[in-house]
């Protein structure tokens, strides 16, 4: 099956994110408007950045609280 409306590359995974969906307009750390290609998920929301780079500084940070939280169970 062959879709002509597929015409971004799908290299991770990542493009089911909507920039319709991002719950920002502007990129934290920048202030720039968010781009499509540089939205990511977070506690189950598209958020969006100004750039790849930026969006991958935010998701290291995530995986490293995840972790935290995953060794620091609640009893
Ligand atoms: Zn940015």
């Given at each position: 099956?062959?879709?002509?409306?597929?015409?971004?590359?799908?290299?991770?995974?990542?493009?089911?994110?909507?920039?319709?969906?991002?719950?920002?307009?502007?990129?934290?750390?920048?202030?720039?408007?968010?781009?499509?290609?540089?939205?990511?998920?977070?506690?189950?929301?598209?958020?969006?950045?100004?750039?790849?780079?930026?969006?991958?500084t935010f998701e290291a940070a995530v995986r490293h609280f995840?972790?935290?939280?995953?060794?620091?169970?609640?009893?």
């Amino acid at each position: 099956m062959h879709n002509p409306k597929q015409v971004f590359s799908e290299t991770d995974g990542m493009t089911d994110l909507d920039i319709a969906d991002c719950l920002n307009e502007t990129c934290p750390w920048s202030g720039k408007p968010v781009q499509a290609d540089s939205l990511t998920e977070y506690d189950g929301h598209v958020v969006g950045f100004c750039n790849p780079g930026c969006r991958d500084t935010f998701e290291a940070a995530v995986r490293h609280f995840k972790a935290a939280k995953a060794v620091r169970v609640d009893r």
